[in-house]
DNA sequence: ATTGCGACATGACAACTATCATGTGCCGCA
DNA sequence: TGCGGCACATGATAGTTGTCATGTCGCAAT
């Protein structure tokens, strides 16, 4: 399925049918709080599947939103679930999945906790390896570790010395 | 299995045998840099699973440290493979454990992300309801959110107006 | 070629928080 | 009963970062 930039996949209360796994693009898993603001539990990209939590309630929790043109492919729920039954090895995949994205989610929240860029900044070259990301992936990387580009900038800055 | 604090579990480059569920008490898995600094990427209590993502590695890609007294309860990891491979519903309920603690860890980086105390606790407060502990947890609330205790008080006093 | 956009870059300032210091009240323990 | 530890609480200050402003550069589209 393909969705325009803004295009909701799904909302909070509809009962889970599909799951969306992203081929292109971006989607955004989001969660409305009483007081408006909004909180973005997921960015899910290429390669990722959406909500994987959803697999295993009755309803969805959180929007789904389309961040720009994005493709994605779409299964039933019941159908991944008796695929899950049946094959043990389609079941080791899965999990191994999640345990991989835990363990990638876990460590961007220590990150999140330093309280310096520097820190932050050390803390991602150690996993992401310092050498690539030199074309224009910078302000990304400011993203995924919680700072403004403008202070990553900085610190790059202060490191060519 | 008992361990005292600071008693290590194993260590990183460690041939992955046993896993370690938390019976009481918490164990760190701690990933040492090179420059020095440590980087925490879980805090295991009571009912978590520790390393999950090792079940899938043939090593240890860091070192497990009991984080005062702690109980575990160990299983080999062959058994839990064949467990998992014969029985989908152990299977079922494995993803899905995976799948509740990937979307509570998500969950903690994007309040990690957010800027303010007020936005944080307001994130924390929105998922872990009004019904939260009047006793003595605050401090580890601050943990969580990633903010220093005394701030932490200081908005819960600018709240009590 | 010119225009326009976006990443990269840096300066200045306000705002927020971590840290240190100090103090209070509760509770378990000797 | 008194002591010590711990969570709670608050003030003062310095440090770091977000934000706004401004500018350069490369690149793509007209």
């Known amino acids: 399925m393909h969705f325009e930039n803004g295009r909701s996949l799904f909302l909070r209360g509809d009962p889970v049918t599909d799951m969306h ?3 292109k693009g971006s989607i955004h ?3 409305h709080q ?5 909180l973005t539990l997921q960015r899910a990209g290429p390669g990722a599947m959406l909500a994987e939590a959803s697999l295993y309630s009755r309803t969805y929790h959180c929007d789904a939103v389309a961040f720009g043109a994005a493709d994605t492919c779409v299964y039933t729920k019941v159908s991944l679930k008796r695929l ?3 094959s043990p090895e389609f079941s080791n995949v899965w ?4 345990a991989q994205e835990l363990q990638r989610s876990r460590l961007r929240s220590e990150i999140l906790s330093l309280r310096t860029v520097s820190e932050r900044l050390d803390a991602w070259i150690a996993w992401n390896g310092g050498s690539f990301s030199q ?3 910078w302000k990304i990387v400011a993203n995924q570790i919680g700072v403004s580009p403008e202070a990553l900038y900085r610190e ?3 490191r060519r010395d």
Chains 1, 2 share one sequence.
């Open 29 to 31: 898993l989001v969660r």
């Open 84 to 86: 899950l039954a049946k």
């Open 156 to 158: 790059i800055a202060k």
């Open 135 to 137: 074309k224009g992936e």
């Open 21 to 23: 796994f992203v081929i």
């Open 95 to 98: 999990a191994s999945y999640l």
């Open 34 to 38: 009483s007081d408006g603001s909004a």
